[in-house]
């Protein structure tokens, strides 16, 4: 079930069950880095958290399932209820800059990422370090997911995204340069432009 806030408010909150999980998600594309996450995956809470905080969006999570199987449903199905809400929130574009970037290091991880608010789903992803996908962060959280969460929430949200990593060692480090990236050009992509009029694209739709 999803809504949105009436009038200019750029908010969505969604909800998802399924056998595998239960997401309930809300966000407001106009906040102040607020964030409160529960998936029940500690790794995933640290990401989403910086993604809040850098990007500054308002962002609340409560999330579970069956990781006692594994990680993967919940962290998925978390990416794909977070992509939709970016893109109930949203709603028709009209104002933003459409295009972000950004440069992040992270010690000596860097990380880039940048992102057009398309409305063609899109993912390039590049230059993890061998090893890295099959990695287990603090444990419980696999490398893999961390291209997989920005699949689910490019294909959700409607975004084309190109995350290249540029340097990194420490797994922990790469993951979160990566998210920190993202959540920067994807800060600069959904902000208002005052200069921008109706919808930024010669075609009149995004």
């Known amino acids: 079930m999803a809504s949105r806030t ?13 056998s595998e999980s239960s997401i309930e998600l809300s966000l407001d594309l106009d906040g102040t880095g607020t ?10 809470d640290h990401l989403l958290t910086a993604f809040s905080k850098h990007s500054l969006v ?4 409560k999330a579970s399932g069956d ?5 993967h449903h919940t962290v998925e199905d978390t990416g794909i209820v977070l992509g939709q809400a970016i893109k109930q929130a949203l709603g028709d574009k009209s104002g933003i800059g459409r295009y972000g970037d950004a440069l992040v290091p992270l010690d000596e991880a860097l990380a880039q990422a940048v992102v057009d608010v398309s409305g063609r789903p899109y993912l390039v992803h590049s230059g993890e370090p061998q090893g890295f996908a099959h990695h287990l962060i603090g444990g419980h959280f696999t490398g ?27 797994p ?5 340069a990566e998210f920190k990236a993202f ?3 994807f800060r600069k992509a959904v902000e208002p432009d005052a200069r921008v009029r ?3 694209s010669t075609k009149g739709a995004l």
């Open 144 to 170: 893999s997911m961390v291209r997989h969460v920005f699949e689910a929430i490019a294909f959700n949200a409607g975004l084309t995204m190109h995350i290249a990593v540029m340097a990194g060692r420490d």
């Open 35 to 44: 964030s409160s996450i529960d998936t029940t995956v500690p790794f995933f």
């Open 58 to 61: 308002d962002l609340t999570v």
């Open 183 to 185: 959540a920067r050009a």
């Open 172 to 176: 922990h480090h790469i993951a979160e």
């Open 198 to 200: 109706g919808i930024p």
């Open 67 to 71: 990781t006692d199987i594994d990680v």
């Open 6 to 18: 009436a009038g200019n408010s750029r908010k969505a909150s969604l909800s998802r069950q399924t």
